[in-house]
C-alpha cells in the first residue's frame, strides 16, 4: 500500500467533523446538519464508518454494507475534493482506486457513489461512467409540506 494514502485505521475518525464542516461550507449541500453528524457518529460508534484521504486533498466516507442481492457492496457517504484540488483527474482516479481495491479485500461486487448526496455535475458523471460506474439508482424527491 502506497505511504500516500491514509484509511480509517490511520486517520481519527473525529476529523469527519472536519470535512462535513468544509463541504457545508463549499456545497451548502446538507439541510440539517447536526442530523448529518449524528448518523456519522453512529456511523463511527458502530465501526462501520471508514475513511479515505489523499493527502489532505479530500475525503471518501463510506461504509460497507449488504446489497440486498445476496451481496455486499462499498457505498459511498461522501466524496469530497477541495476546491483547489478539482480539476485533478489523476487524483479523483487515486481515490477509486483507492477504494475499489478495499471493496475487493471485502470482497464486495460493487462500490456505490453519488447515493446520498447526490452529483449533479455532468462532466463529473461522464468521468465516472468513464471509468466503468453506470447509473443504477433513481430518486424523486419529496418535499414535505408543514
Not at 17 to 22: A, P
Not at 23 to 41: M, N, P
Not at 124 to 138: C, E, I, P, S
Request: glycine content about 6%; overall charge positive; proline content about 1%.
Amino acid at each position: 500500500m502506497s505511504k500516500e494514502f491514509i484509511d480509517g485505521d490511520q486517520v481519527k475518525k473525529e476529523l469527519i467533523e472536519y470535512w462535513i464542516d468544509l463541504i457545508d461550507e463549499d456545497l451548502g449541500c446538507f439541510t440539517d446538519k447536526a442530523s448529518v453528524l449524528q448518523l456519522i457518529y453512529q456511523l463511527r460508534d458502530a465501526d462501520m464508518l471508514n475513511v479515505v484521504s489523499i493527502k489532505n486533498t479530500g475525503i471518501f466516507a463510506f461504509s460497507y454494507v449488504p446489497d440486498f442481492r445476496g451481496g455486499k457492496c462499498l457505498a459511498e457517504l461522501v466524496f469530497y475534493i477541495r476546491k483547489e484540488n478539482r480539476g485533478d483527474v489523476r487524483l479523483v482516479k487515486k481515490y477509486l482506486q483507492r477504494v475499489e481495491e478495499m471493496a475487493d479485500r471485502k470482497h464486495c461486487n460493487s462500490v456505490r457513489i453519488g447515493g446520498n448526496i447526490g452529483y449533479k455535475d455532468d462532466s463529473f458523471l461522464r468521468l465516472l461512467n468513464r471509468w466503468g460506474y453506470k447509473a443504477d439508482t433513481v430518486v424523486k424527491y419529496l418535499t414535505k409540506t408543514v
